[in-house]
Structures are given as structure tokens and as C-alpha cells.
């Protein structure tokens, strides 16, 4: 079998516009949810409030950078 031989009718279908937008949407939803729950904790306990969070969320990122560099 060569390159000319192969057939291309087996690929998968393409994602629409509209599921890409929809991903967005949620992605953007929590991250927006997310910093005004940060904020709230901030207008609540104050400084506490601002760094709790940060450090509670070196792990996580710790673990998402290994992700991102394994592929």
C-alpha cells in the first residue's frame, strides 16, 4: 500500500463551532466563579483570605505544569 492507496473517509469529524464556543463558555464560567469565591474570601477574612488559596493552590498547579509536560 502506498500513500496514493490510502483512503482519508475513516477520519474523524471535525468538532463544530458551536461545541468549541460551548467549552469556552464553561471554561471562562468557573475561572469567573472561581475569583469571585477568592474575592469574597478576601472581603470576608482578609489577608488570610488572599493567601490561603494561593498556597492551596501550588500543589494543583504543580501537578497541572507536570501534565502539560508529559504530553
Given at each position: ?8 473517509s475513516h477520519a474523524p469529524a471535525a468538532k463544530s463551532a458551536t461545541d468549541e464556543n460551548v467549552l469556552a463558555r464553561k471554561i ?44
Amino acid at each position: 500500500m502506498t500513500l496514493a492507496d490510502t483512503q482519508t473517509s475513516h477520519a474523524p469529524a471535525a468538532k463544530s463551532a458551536t461545541d468549541e464556543n460551548v467549552l469556552a463558555r464553561k471554561i471562562l464560567l468557573t475561572v469567573l466563579m472561581a475569583v469571585i469565591a477568592w474575592g469574597l474570601a478576601i472581603a470576608k477574612w482578609g489577608v488570610p483570605g488572599l493567601y490561603i488559596p494561593a498556597l492551596a493552590m501550588v500543589p494543583v498547579m504543580y501537578v497541572i505544569l507536570i501534565l502539560i509536560s508529559r504530553g
